[in-house]
Structures are given as C-alpha cells and as structure tokens.
C-alpha cells in the first residue's frame, strides 16, 4: 500500500524559512518524479516544484531562488526548503509521486504552510 505523508508545515513570518518532509512507502523512487504543489484559498493547486531520481529539478517561477527541493533516496523522503518566506506563499502544501510511465498519481493529505507577520 502506498502511503505519502508530508509534515513540517506550520506558521512562520515573512523573510522566514520552514522546512517540508515528505515520506513515501510503498514506492521507490527510481521510478517516480516527485513534487510539492500547493493550493492557495480559493485558487487552483500549483506545481511549487518536482525532481526525478537522477535529481532533475523544476520551479515555478514564483519561487526560484527561495525554495530547493531535494531527495534522500535511502529514506524515501522528499525535502522543500523554504526560505524568504512570503505571505503569497501561504498555502495548503502537497506531496506527489508520479509514475515515470504510467503517469499514476498518490498524493499525501497536505500540509499547512501560513506566512504572516
């Protein structure tokens, strides 16, 4: 059964970092892309950012140069350092694993990310 399970979320303030986790069972990471996305109140769920098991990694514009993504293959875990945090940043934040070929999709619950003064 695959499982993925984000954590590190919570509040921070503006200019400030957090640090994402996200553990997944049930999978190996050779053949997945994972990625965070992040969906804001009352807007769609974005890419924020993915890498693939020979460390490949993609942004989004909004935050290149602020967050790096980064995996640990020998704990399945994938990272999202966040850093000069700000308040758009604000966010239900997501993990995904993606199939390399058959493009199937498991998704974590999300976690909480607030940017506020």
């Known amino acids: 059964q695959v499982q993925v399970v984000e954590s590190g979320g919570g509040l921070a303030q503006p200019g400030g970092s957090l640090r994402l986790s996200c553990a997944a069972s049930?999978?190996?990471?050779?053949?997945?892309?994972m990625g965070w996305y992040r969906q804001a109140p009352g807007k769609q769920r974005e890419l924020v950012a993915t890498?693939?098991?020979?460390?490949?990694?993609n942004y989004a514009d909004s935050v290149k140069d602020r967050f790096t993504i980064s995996a640990d293959n020998s704990k399945n875990t994938v990272y999202l350092q966040m850093n000069s945090l700000k308040p758009e940043d604000t966010a239900v934040y997501y993990c995904?694993?993606?199939?390399?070929?058959?493009?199937?999709?498991?998704w974590g619950q999300g976690t909480q990310v607030t940017v506020s003064s």
């Open positions: 995904n694993a993606i199939h390399n070929w058959s493009k199937r999709a498991y």
């Open positions: 049930g999978i190996s990471f050779r053949f997945y892309i």
């Open positions: 890498i693939t098991s020979g460390d490949v990694t």
